[in-house]
């Protein structure tokens, strides 16, 4: 236990003095979420103030719509509607039963929708619609549920939450004698081997839990992004993600002799697949590939955390919760199991 | 015996990196294991510490059969490798502290020998210095000081002056004395022939992973033929002359090297009055002229065909 605490104590300096945590565990996830926040927080509000409606002449509630800012209204024919939604001048067309027609699904089209459930209900209360400010409510009621940016956040914490893969590479590089001088140091040492793995392992979930708090409150703060209304199963999932990653870095250190950077370069190449895959890149990626490869969301551990993320903290539901806890705590286990089987050798045929 | 090691073969593929290496290690003794670079030297101590897997042999260190499991010889036994092996991130004091802690539980303990450590290696004003803050000679002696602050009875030292200075060479030099003083006994492997002839009570002279003889420096010197060098160098002199010169009583051979000739004598007395008299003889003006004992180096030359440090 006295061992064990001091290998934590020395290991965990060791780490967090290194360049490589510093870069990849703390600076990158902060570059990461900037670069995501900018460039997603420029195209929202271009196609907020650019939504084109189109409405058929005489709509009982044009004069109204005309109103909202954030919409170009066209008074056009059904005929003409369907010419104007074909050629994408148009995001959506209400006919005069308030029935809305769009060509695909998107963001403008969200709010189109929105603003007619809005008016009908309104209608169906008999509340006065022409006193109501749609705007207003629109913009300010409206939660940021739908908001893209979230949803890649959640892709992005997912990716980071795994980032304690680079420590599980640096603590098994560290303790095999065919890798660095050091690992030939300790291996004449009594020093047991599992001892300073169990310590490593410690060392890289500490820190990266860490470097992920360190995230959050940079998003929550400085961006002002609120992402987490469920604390109990996204603690669960980020550190569900934590331990994925850090028995992936094991197993990437363990599973082959390349030198640091090449597996420090598996790492990174492995998680930023995973998140592209997860939506990170834009959640048009996810659509796509949860349209025609649904099992891929599924069994991907960045998807699990990322969509488990989304579904308990604006959905509110827990129904794949149980699911996506299991699959990553096997792959977690299968991960250790096969390091075990690479490590557990005790002397080598070259060094 | 603290360690022995019997006809050890070790090969990489096609390679065979240990012949039937042999070695017996007295307790108290400084042993030095000498020859080129690439002879298997650090392929031994790798094989004793069982690093290494090997193909035949057998190998017991304090009478035990060494596995990589015996973490009870572990214990008594420390290293000091051939390339600086300590933590990047860690500074001088926490490394030594880290690496003396693998082996000493006690606080007090540890701090006392870790504190002795920095004082042996001359470490004091470097201990919250980070490595690569250190020169090159300065990284040695942590590199020590990381393999004996835990006080092992048997230490390994694997080439430690390698791309050392002058002053941190002598101080390690001095220091590895210190250290068999007080006790340890020493595995010092080299190709530097000062060094082991400097420090080392036995000598191995290896070379293709095989043992080719040991024995004291005394000893080694005497398996030779030529037992004494007289190297001479004239003002003028014609071969005929030179030619002559191998008919003084013992001469074996005669080399030039640059103006000087070195003449080997084998076992024999008074060859510098013979060769003087032969001076006289011939009206010769000599320039230089010295007497020299055989070297190592001339024991390595007289075994291998070959310079040490070709």
């Not at chain 1, 570059?31 to 058929?56: A, H, Q």
């Not at chain 1, 007619?116 to 409206?142: A, H, S």
């Not at chain 1, 090449?262 to 995973?274: E, F, G, S």
């Not at chain 2, 070695?23 to 400084?30: A, N, R």
Request: charged fraction near 20%; hydrophobic fraction near 45%.
């Amino acid at each position: 236990m006295r061992n064990l605490f001091r290998n934590c104590l020395y290991q965990g300096k060791n780490l967090f003095r290194d360049f490589g945590f510093s870069f990849w565990s703390l600076a990158y996830p902060l570059i990461l979420s900037v670069f995501f926040y900018l460039s997603f927080s420029g195209m929202m509000n271009i196609d907020l103030e650019n939504i084109n409606l189109g409405i058929e002449e005489g709509n009982r509630i044009g004069y109204i719509l005309e109103e909202i800012e954030i919409l170009n209204i066209h008074n056009i024919s059904q005929d003409q509607a369907i010419e104007k939604l074909n050629n994408d001048e148009i995001h959506g067309f209400i006919d005069e039963d308030l029935n809305l027609r769009v060509k695909k699904s998107g963001i403008n089209q969200t709010i189109i929708k929105e603003i007619i459930e809005q008016i009908k209900q309104m209608e169906r209360l008999n509340r006065p619609i022409g006193n109501y400010d749609f705007e207003v409510d629109y913009i300010l009621d409206r939660n940021q549920n739908a908001n893209p940016i979230i949803v890649t956040f959640y892709s992005l914490i997912a990716m980071v939450s795994t980032y304690g893969v680079f420590a599980g590479i640096v603590t098994v590089i560290l303790i095999q004698a065919n890798l660095t001088n050091i690992g030939a140091r300790l291996s004449i040492t009594p020093l047991k081997k599992y001892n300073f793995l169990i310590a490593g392992f410690i060392v890289a979930l500490t820190l990266n839990l860490f470097a992920n708090g360190v995230l959050f409150i940079f998003i929550k703060y400085a961006l002002k992004i609120q992402l987490f209304n469920e604390i109990k199963y996204s603690s669960i999932f980020v550190i569900l993600g934590n331990v994925f990653g850090t028995a992936l870095g094991i197993f990437i250190g363990a599973s082959n002799k390349r030198s640091h950077n090449v597996k420090t370069l598996m790492a990174v190449a492995t998680t930023l697949i995973l998140s592209f895959l997860s939506g990170m890149m834009g959640p048009h990626i996810k659509v796509m590939l949860d349209k025609n490869i649904p099992i891929l969301g599924r069994i991907n551990p960045i998807s699990i955390i990322s969509n488990n993320l989304y579904r308990v903290n604006l959905l509110e539901s827990t129904k794949s919760v149980k699911e996506g806890i299991l699959i990553l705590s096997l792959y977690s286990i299968l991960l250790i199991f096969s390091s075990y089987m690479f490590l557990r050798r005790r002397n080598y045929d070259s060094i | 015996m603290i360690v022995k090691v019997n006809n050890l073969v070790k090969r990489y593929k096609e390679l065979i990196a240990l012949d039937h290496f042999n070695m017996e290690v007295e307790e108290g003794e400084i042993i030095g294991l000498l020859g080129p670079n690439g002879c298997g030297k650090t392929t031994a101590i790798n094989c004793i510490l069982s690093l290494l897997s090997f193909d035949k042999g057998e190998i017991e260190v304090f009478g035990k059969k060494m596995t990589p499991n015996s973490y009870d010889i572990k214990q008594q036994i420390g290293l000091v490798p051939q390339e600086v092996s300590v933590f990047d991130n860690l500074t001088v004091r926490e490394n030594i502290d880290y690496f003396c802690g693998l082996y000493v539980d006690n606080n007090n303990l540890r701090k006392q020998y870790v504190d002795e450590a920095i004082e042996f290696v001359g470490l004091k004003d470097f201990i919250k210095f980070y490595p690569k803050k250190l020169s090159g000679g300065l990284k040695r002696r942590l590199n020590i000081a990381c393999g004996i602050a835990h006080k092992p009875k048997l230490i390994f030292l694997d080439e430690p002056t390698v791309a050392v200075d002058a002053q941190s060479r002598n101080f390690i030099l001095n220091g590895i004395k210190k250290l068999n003083k007080e006790g340890s006994t020493i595995i010092y492997t080299t190709h530097y022939l000062e060094e082991v002839e400097m420090l080392c009570k036995r000598i191995i002279i290896m070379d293709n992973g095989k043992d080719l003889v040991s024995g004291t420096k005394e000893e080694l010197k005497a398996m030779i033929t030529t037992s004494e060098k007289i190297v001479v160098g004239f003002s003028t002199v014609q071969d005929e002359v030179v030619e002559k010169m191998k008919n003084i009583p013992h001469v074996i051979d005669i080399e030039k090297d640059g103006e000087d000739y070195i003449i080997k004598f084998e076992n024999g007395f008074n060859n510098l009055t013979n060769l003087l008299d032969f001076i006289k003889k011939k009206d010769l003006t000599y320039t230089k002229l010295h007497s020299q004992l055989p070297t190592l180096n001339d024991v390595f030359l007289e075994l291998t065909g070959k310079e040490l440090r070709d």
